[in-house]
């Protein structure tokens, strides 16, 4: 059996690339980190990947290995596991709630405690990143107007919500039938995405 030291190692030569570096500067830092941080470049030649997260994150070396390890799909289980072996306090699960919450920072839909949308990229998906920035901010109201810029287009509005609705588990998003609104609503059909 593995030491704890060794599955750390494998865990941390896994994402010190440039390429996970860049990965965790664009997808799992919020805009407040990165510019706290500054550059990415200089965060990588100051300590590679772990180096920038324990930054960022302010935590310690092997704690940034294990929050790295899940952030790039380690199972919850092992995840809690390898908290356990560095004495760190396992993460309560999101309570569950009758609204959703989006998670700008992460890119992460959340409705009673199951992710049901990820946001891979939240700079590029700007229309999908406007419209869940709008309901977070108004408490999840039922219906918004059409938050995106250069006055009302109903084309782009449904285009939008398409892009909203894709990969979406538990909830559906709607044009209200004005050519002017969003609303949204639980489907507990859509169990898998669509």
Known sequence: MPTLEEILWEHRYR?????????????FLSDTERERLGS???????????????????????LAIVQLAY????????Y????KKLNHPIPEEPTPVLTPTW???RGELWYQGVKVRSVANVLTAKLVVTILDVF??????ER????????????????AIKSLNKGLTHLRFLAD????????????????GG
């Open 136 to 141: 977070e901010e108004v408490g999840w109201a």
């Open 71 to 78: 952030e790039f799909g380690l199972p919850t289980a092992e």
């Open 40 to 62: 990415l470049e200089e965060q990588y030649q100051n300590g590679k990947t772990v180096g920038i997260w324990m930054r960022a994150k302010e935590v310690e070396h092997n």
């Open 80 to 83: 809690h596991r390898l908290l």
């Open 144 to 159: 918004i107007d059409d938050p995106l810029t250069a006055g009302p287009d109903p084309e782009r509005l449904r285009s």
């Open 177 to 192: 039938g004005t050519g002017i609104g969003i609303r949204w609503e639980r489907d507990e059909s859509r169990q898998t």
């Open 15 to 27: 994402f010190q690339d440039p390429a996970s570096a860049s990965q965790v500067w664009t997808e």
């Open 103 to 105: 998670n700008r920072d």
